[in-house]
């Protein structure tokens, strides 16, 4: 059975960062792509980035590339997502998904507030 | 970035039939097909359909998926109280490599 699990949100600052990680069992990790997906308050799903099978690509939405980060440690099973340079805006559940959007975790919550 | 459009809601009487749409362009759900996702209040999103238009396993046979041009559907036969739910299709985009949703479809059942 597949299981992703997200952990690392939480309440930061404007302008703060943090670390999401999702730990995947139940499948060869290495085999997919994997992606991060965020839902803000109340509103629709909006897809935040993906990391090829051997993390030697990624792909950003535009609203945050150069502030998001998408990593992957395949002999962990563990993606990662880092946000830096947080904004309001930004507030979230944050899903991971694996390959296309097949498998989906519980979310992790962020809150950007001061 | 363009996402793709479905209609905010539709309601529909218990055991009738629903049909959500999903409307994109050739960068997407032309070129690559879309995905439908089931999401029940307060629980992450759930596959119902593959790009292929095939069910996950698991998923009732009461819901189809299909595709014409730029438009994808879902049906869902025989509405149950527990298909009411937000339903989300998405779609890659060769363009802006990148998967795009739409905005979603609350489904009411009556």
């Known amino acids: 059975e597949v299981q992703l699990v997200e952990s690392g949100g939480g309440l930061v600052q404007p302008g703060g960062s943090l670390r999401l990680s999702c730990a995947a069992s139940?499948?060869?990790?290495?085999?997919?792509?994997m992606s991060w997906v965020r839902q803000a308050p109340g509103k629709g799903l909006e897809w935040v980035g993906r990391i090829k099978r051997d993390g030697s690509e990624t792909q950003y939405v535009d609203s945050v590339k150069g502030r998001f980060t998408v990593s992957r440690d395949n002999a962990k099973n563990t993606l990662y997502l880092q946000l830096n340079s947080l904004r309001a805006e930004d507030t979230a559940v944050y899903y991971c998904?694996?390959?296309?959007?097949?498998?989906w975790g519980q979310g992790t919550l962020v809150i950007v507030s001061s | 970035q363009a996402g793709l459009t479905q209609p905010p809601s539709v309601s529909k009487d218990l055991r009738q039939t629903a049909t959500l749409t999903c409307t994109g362009n050739s960068n997407n759900v032309a070129n690559e097909g879309a995905v439908w996702l089931q999401q029940h209040q307060g629980h992450p999103p759930k596959l119902l359909s593959y790009r292929s238009n095939n069910r996950p396993s698991g998923i009732s046979e009461r819901f189809s998926a299909s595709r014409s041009g730029n438009t994808a559907s879902l049906t869902v036969t025989g509405l149950q109280p527990e298909d009411e739910a937000d339903y989300y299709c998405s779609a890659w985009d060769i363009s802006l490599s990148a998967w795009v949703f739409g905005g979603g479809t609350r489904l009411t059942v009556l």
């Open positions: 998904a694996r390959d296309e959007l097949n498998d």
């Open positions: 139940g499948f060869t990790f290495s085999d997919y792509w």
